[in-house]
């Protein structure tokens, strides 16, 4: 008689978790419900919730806490085979679940976001090609933690090196405030600090990242009420620095191997 009403509380709030036509906020609030009971039947409804934009987020910390109760990872990993996504790629990570060389393969082959998000080295070459030379994947890799962390259990980066890449490679957009236009902007002391300590530490890790220093420059086509301009980034100093210190290592080629562990 006790279990009766869990029962019906769960049944409830799976329901509501799915149900479009009611305030996003009680949905969001039936996942972290979901999460705390921590009872398996939720996890079929909740990784459908994972396609709902403004209740994935809590989807995935639901699931991340049945998961560390119960033993879910391999229904997890058949949904992830069925459909891969960013959001149950995110879940299977933070229950510490890596996937073996056949499947790293397939995922790479297909998305190296998801590659990034599951920790798979070989993602490192194009997460940190796309943090240097596009502003729209920089913004996207920005949207949420960045993955670049994740792959430092599984190759030869440091979270030392991580920092020193994000801090590198990142601008900030503002809008003036005098009118609709906006600007580009990076923190040019923090930016460049971090690369001359990318160049204090000599590495073939950093050698890569010092080959896509000195070729950064950021474009942006801007548009407002006024027409349309492009506004570009050429991070003259850090280009500088950069060939400079390439030059003393004897201009050694950009490797992308050298991510991995040997």
């Known amino acids: 008689m006790n279990k009766r009403p ?8 799976c329901a509501d978790l799915n149900d479009l036509s009611i305030y996003s906020g009680v949905r969001r609030l039936a996942a972290k419900a979901l999460g705390e009971i921590g009872d398996a039947r939720a996890v079929g409804p909740l990784i459908a919730a994972l396609d709902i934009l403004d209740t994935s987020d809590y989807a995935v910390e639901a699931l991340v806490k049945i ?3 119960s033993n879910i990872v391999r229904s997890l990993v058949g949904a ?21 060389k ?10 190296w976001r998801i590659g990034g998000i599951l920790g798979i080295p070989e993602a490192i070459d194009p997460i940190v090609r796309a943090l240097f030379e596009s502003p729209q994947e920089l913004k996207n890799l920005q949207e949420k933690p960045n993955p670049l962390p994740n792959t430092v259990p599984h190759s030869s980066l440091t979270l030392d090196i991580v920092n020193l890449i994000l801090i590198a490679s990142s601008y900030e957009e503002k809008s003036k405030s005098w009118g609709r236009s906006r600007d580009i902007y990076y923190s040019v002391e923090e930016s460049d600090d971090a690369v001359w300590k990318l160049c204090r530490l000599v590495s073939p890790i950093t050698t890569n990242i010092l080959h896509l220093v000195k070729n950064k420059t950021i474009t942006f086509h801007m548009s407002d009420d006024d027409g349309e301009w492009v506004n570009n980034i050429d991070f003259r100093r850090q280009k500088i620095a950069a060939e400079e210190e390439l030059q003393r290592r004897g201009n050694p080629p ?3 191997k050298a991510y991995l562990k040997h």
Do not use: C, H
């Open 67 to 69: 998961g560390r109760q």
């Open 102 to 111: 056949k499947k790293r393969v397939e995922i790479m082959t297909r998305d």
């Open 254 to 256: 950009y490797e992308p």
């Open 6 to 13: 869990e029962v019906r509380s769960v049944k409830q709030l």
């Open 80 to 100: 992830f085979e069925a459909e891969e996504n960013t959001s149950l790629a995110e879940v299977l990570q933070k229950l510490g679940w890596y996937p073996d």
